[in-house]
């Protein structure tokens, strides 16, 4: 990451708002942090580096923000970024047991 550019981090980034949101924000010249629970995060984080007119950096990683353990690894993911964040998007859902999706 370079403190040239502004930081974005974008959850849910692997497929549907999240991604197009993480699409606008390197078109935009942002480096990001983009995370999602399914490994398709890998496949489109090279996508995002050349989504804009000038390559930007992106930090990518598959990361179940519903356990501990994921909520730790992004703390620490976006605690080794050289710079502030400027714009955070969490676009993933969680659905908790024994709900509905009406309720």
């Given at each position: 990451?370079?403190?040239?550019?502004?930081?974005?981090?974008?959850?849910?980034a692997s497929?549907?708002?999240?991604?197009?949101?993480a699409?606008?924000?390197?078109?935009?010249?942002?480096?990001?942090?983009v995370?999602?629970?399914?490994?398709a995060?890998?496949?489109?984080?090279?996508?995002?580096?050349?989504?804009?007119d000038?390559?930007?950096?992106?930090?990518?990683?598959?990361?179940?923000?519903?356990?501990?353990?994921?909520?730790?690894?992004?703390?620490?993911?976006?605690?080794?970024?050289?710079?502030?964040i400027?714009?955070c998007?969490?676009?993933?859902?969680?659905?908790?047991p024994?709900?509905?999706?009406?309720s």
């Open positions: 990451m370079t403190e040239d550019r502004p930081l974005a981090l974008v959850t849910g497929s549907g708002i999240g991604l197009e949101l699409r606008l924000f390197a078109r935009d010249g942002y480096d990001l942090v995370v999602a629970e399914d490994d995060i890998e496949f489109v984080a090279p996508t995002l580096r050349t989504a804009g000038h390559p930007v950096q992106v930090e990518a990683a598959q990361l179940d923000l519903a356990t501990s353990d994921g909520v730790r690894r992004l703390q620490t993911l976006v605690g080794d970024c050289s710079h502030r400027r714009h998007r969490c676009t993933h859902s969680v659905q908790l024994g709900r509905s999706q009406s």
